[in-house]
């Protein structure tokens, strides 16, 4: 609580305020980008993201081995060997699967994610910015939504769709979007106030342009951030979700899938369940540095 | 305050009533035949008929939700498909382990995460400080599943310290509650430290610096007290994913509570139970997070003219 009020000595004299603006020549992007260098957690967030990002592109080039070449009498190598991370129970290369599975989980955090903004951003405009019983009913019904544990509405729309990749999009994007609704709609209550706001509907532009042209562009930041760090649940959901049997089919070996297949041999090979569930925690972790780092430069405001 | 609750009271109608829409059109619109999916692959056309027949799907649409919702105003929700047994019943009878289990969790993310927040907030920049922030960072990202598998590598494999599955001792409980709970532990650090460096630059914090009170005493007294509201709140808001969370860690360590229960009934296709496990999850949701917003009417009046 102390602060102190030596700072740096001021090396001018004061200066008068039009002569302030002149000097304030570093854009918005510029100071961010600055901002965003100086913090080290934020860079590390991106390396951890640009990396598992590269995998999930260049995937299939990378694999050291073909994550479905099956060799019953490899089984259950133990990591270090041949096999850095070991083999599984048909003696597929547990790296070579964990490089295969990036694709689809990334296709999953992102494709849930965009999904999930988009009806977000939808609901939560329209809510915000009519109010009244507009608002009243859909903040309604975004309430019984949240109501519902997400992975279990989720599990549900599994049980009566079917496993495989994109009803597990379907089922993430129907269950989460409603945080978003509830994130757009209180940013739009405090930007639809703004002088510029109401100017854009004293000069009689219609709503739609009002909300997508004038507000919208001022949510950007938060949307940006939220989603950044959003991508992390519907990564962990899929993982829980083909963990249970409930998400990918074993062509689309996920790291969820991989890990519901060696479960019942951990105990005496810890690393199959071990590694694919390392790789969630790492990318999850990287979305949310990279999420933590974009929040303290976007919008400060949301700060820690 | 009467009129705060009554609002409260009120505006939680028309969600429970969305509630019950959600449930049975998740089964009944959902894009997938449900007599199909239950009745299998290899299933002749007569056995898919003869349980269209029985799930009552040969109703038009809205009869069939009269019906259920009539049904669970009296505490009817039907019967399993499985065995017959009374769905409310059958449900209810597996809910108090899985609430233990939520608790037990609880415990767990509040008695990590209170003191480590604090901890990090009071000794802001150290290297305890970063050390608890990677923490809590590390509790957000981990999947609960996975760390239930590692305790259970660890404990149960190597060192053969707890039990790897079952209930009823407090052994039993630990490992479950962990895996639960670690993730909200993350959570509540943060929030702990955010809202504790919040509150301490208040002015009534200074205050009470100026007239010379002790620092420990300002801040476990003045500052912790207004820093645990938010605390309060988002037990409620984190209530829904601890039992969503319930599914995938029962399972995992063969606790006997309603979410591993739900689980072998979604994979049985058991639809009456299955929307009444959604019913019953929805309605604990609501009325957790009902009291807890009419006790955060009481700590914080402010928030009553909303």
């Known amino acids: 609580m102390s602060s102190s009020n030596l700072q740096s000595p001021i090396p001018e004299p004061p200066v008068m305020p039009a002569e302030v603006t002149i000097q304030r020549s570093t854009s918005f992007r510029d100071d961010a980008l600055r901002r965003f260098k100086k913090n080290p957690t934020a860079i590390f967030g991106l390396v951890i993201v640009i990396l598992f990002l590269l995998l999930a592109i260049f995937g299939r080039q990378l694999t050291p081995f073909d994550p479905f070449a099956q060799n019953i009498r490899n089984a259950h190598q133990a990591p270090g060997g041949e096999h850095l991370l070991g083999t599984d129970f048909f003696g597929r290369d547990v790296l ?69 990749i994109e009803n597990v999009i379907f089922a993430l994007s129907f269950a ?48 940006i951030v939220y989603a950044t760090m959003g991508i992390a649940n519907p990564i962990i959901a899929e993982a829980g979700l083909s963990f249970l049997g409930l998400g990918a089919t074993s062509e689309q070996a996920t790291w969820g899938f991989q890990m519901s297949l060696e479960r019942q041999y951990m105990r005496t090979a810890w690393w199959g369940v071990t590694f694919p569930g390392l790789a969630v925690m790492i990318v999850v972790l990287g979305f949310n540095l990279l999420g933590d780092g974009l929040r303290d430069v976007l919008d400060p405001r949301m700060k820690e | 305050m009467h009129i705060y609750i009554m609002k409260r009271l009120l ?20 894009p997938g035949d449900p007599a199909l999916m239950r009745a299998g692959e290899d299933a002749t056309a007569e056995q898919v008929e003869a349980i269209r027949e029985a799930m009552g799907l040969n109703e038009p649409i809205y009869k069939q939700y009269t019906k259920w919702v009539s049904g669970i105003m009296r ?37 990590i995460g209170v003191p480590v927040g604090i901890l990090s907030a009071v000794k802001q920049n150290t290297f305890a400080d970063s050390f608890a922030r990677v923490f809590a960072l590390l509790g957000i990202s981990m999947p ?22 079952g209930s009823g001792t407090l052994a039993h409980l630990i490992m479950p509650a962990i895996a639960l709970g670690m993730p909200g532990a993350g ?20 205050t009470a610096r100026a007239k010379g009170l002790r620092r420990q005493l300002v801040i476990y007294k003045h500052a912790l007290k207004n820093a645990m509201l938010p605390v309060v709140t988002v037990i409620g808001v984190q209530l829904g994913s601890r039992l969503g969370g319930s599914v995938i860690v029962e399972s995992i360590f063969a606790y006997p509570g309603i979410g591993r229960f ?31 917003d009419i006790l955060y009417g009481f700590l914080e009046p402010r928030i009553r003219y909303d």
């Open chain 1, 176 to 223: 989460g979007w409603p945080t978003f609704a509830r994130l757009v709609r209180s940013e739009v209550i405090s930007l639809k106030e703004r002088e510029y706001v109401q100017a854009a509907r004293g000069l009689g532009f219609h709503d739609a342009k009002i909300m997508f042209k004038h507000i919208l562009p001022n949510c950007l930041a938060t949307i």
């Open chain 2, 75 to 111: 505490g009817d929700m039907g019967y399993s498909l499985q065995d017959g047994r009374p769905v409310f019943s059958t449900l209810i009878q597996r809910l108090p382990a899985t609430m233990k289990l939520v608790m037990a969790s609880f415990i767990v993310s509040i008695g």
């Open chain 2, 187 to 206: 959570i509540i650090t943060r929030l702990t430290r955010s809202s504790m460096l919040e509150v301490m630059k208040q002015d009534y914090i200074r």
């Open chain 2, 11 to 30: 505006q939680a109608i028309p969600v429970i009533f969305l509630v019950t829409v959600l449930t049975f059109s998740l089964v009944h619109l959902v």
């Open chain 2, 262 to 292: 739900a689980y072998t009934r979604l994979l049985a296709r058991d639809y009456p139970m299955i929307m009444g496990n959604l019913f019953i999850f929805a309605m604990i949701f609501i009325l957790i997070n009902l009291i807890t």
């Open chain 2, 144 to 165: 609960n599943f996975w760390m239930g598998l590692m305790l259970m590598l660890i404990f149960s494999y190597s060192l053969r310290m707890l039990p790897a599955s």
């Open chain 1, 96 to 164: 070579s699967r964990i490089i295969y599975g990036a694709r689809i989980s990334l296709f999953v955090g992102v494709s849930v994610v965009t999904i999930q903004a988009a009806i977000g951003v939808v609901v939560g405009l329209v809510a915000g910015y009519y109010g009244g019983k507009i608002e009243a009913v859909m903040m309604r019904l975004v309430d019984a939504f949240i109501a519902f544990p997400g992975i279990i509405l989720a599990m549900a729309i599994m049980a009566v769709r079917g496993q495989g």
